[in-house]
């Protein structure tokens, strides 16, 4: 059975830091990129940052350069995402993915929220 299972999220004031978390399980992980996404309420899921199957490549969406890292772990089943310096901007529900092509696997959503 294939679960993607989040953690970390939280409310956090501007400026602090989260550390997001996937757990994932049921499918060769190692093969698969992983991937991050946001969305708000009446907006079209974002996406934030991917990491490839070896962990060798990143890729960040603009407003979030140099301040998320995301990271893996193949042997532990993991994915990460580091959230620095976070705003109100940051406020979202974010999904972690696991990406074959066009295919995916997704968590079920831990919530970010950033207070003024």
């Known amino acids: 059975q294939v679960q993607l299972v989040e953690s970390g999220g939280g409310l956090v004031q501007n400026g602090g830091s989260l550390r997001l978390s996937c757990t994932v399980s049921g499918f060769s992980y190692r093969l698969f990129d992983a991937e991050w996404y946001r969305q708000v309420p009446g907006r079209e899921r974002e996406l934030v940052a991917r990491i490839t199957s070896s962990g060798d490549n990143t890729n960040y969406t603009d407003s979030v350069k140099g301040r998320f890292t995301i990271s893996r772990d193949n042997a532990k089943k993991t994915m990460s995402l580091q959230m620095n310096n976070l705003t109100p901007e940051d406020t979202a529900m974010y999904y972690c993915?696991?990406?074959?092509?066009?295919?995916?696997?997704w968590g079920q959503g831990t919530q970010v929220t950033v207070s003024s």
């Open positions: 993915c696991a990406r074959w092509g066009v295919n995916g696997y």
